[in-house]
């Protein structure tokens, strides 16, 4: 028995082909909705940080407080979305719509980077979030805290 026998015949793998429209509509309507999952994400993260954040900025100006690494840090993000939000919102159609599409028409040994791809945008938003939150709160503890 040749273990390269079969190598060697000109007959197709499949008789039927497995991408039948049924199977690209399916993953096209996956892609969008997981492109429209990233796209509330960064609505989210859009109305945080050119809407929260400058309230907060304001009020931490007028009582004049000592701001900690991690508040200041928020504010320079929040500066940089409030500066140039069009070009979050340009890369989410050009770059992210066009891999959301890609990634699910990979083949199954690669489905692992779906996955990352899809997650790490929101694992990246929850680790903002979190520190926004920090971030806005410990000036305002550090008042209550010393009330005294």
């Known amino acids: 028995m040749d273990p390269y026998d079969a190598a060697t015949i000109e007959e ?10 049924w199977v690209i509509l399916g993953r096209l309507l996956t892609s969008a909705l997981s492109w429209s999952i990233h796209c509330f994400v960064t609505v989210v993260l859009l109305a945080v940080f050119v809407k929260v ?7 931490c100006d007028t009582m004049e407080l000592d701001l900690p690494a991690i508040t200041e840090l928020v504010f320079v993000w929040s500066n940089g979305m409030v500066n140039y939000w069009y070009l979050l919102a340009a890369a989410h159609v050009l770059i992210d ?7 699910c028409y990979l083949p199954q040994r690669y489905q692992w980077v779906t996955w990352l791809w899809f997650t790490s945008y929101l694992l990246l938003a929850i680790v903002m979030l979190a520190a926004a939150a920090a971030g806005l709160a410990l000036p305002f503890v550090d008042i209550i805290v010393h009330l005294d």
């Open 97 to 103: 719509a066009p891999i959301a599409i890609a990634v």
């Open 53 to 59: 954040v400058p309230m907060v900025r304001e009020q």
């Open 12 to 21: 197709p793998a499949a008789t039927t082909s497995k991408l039948t429209i």
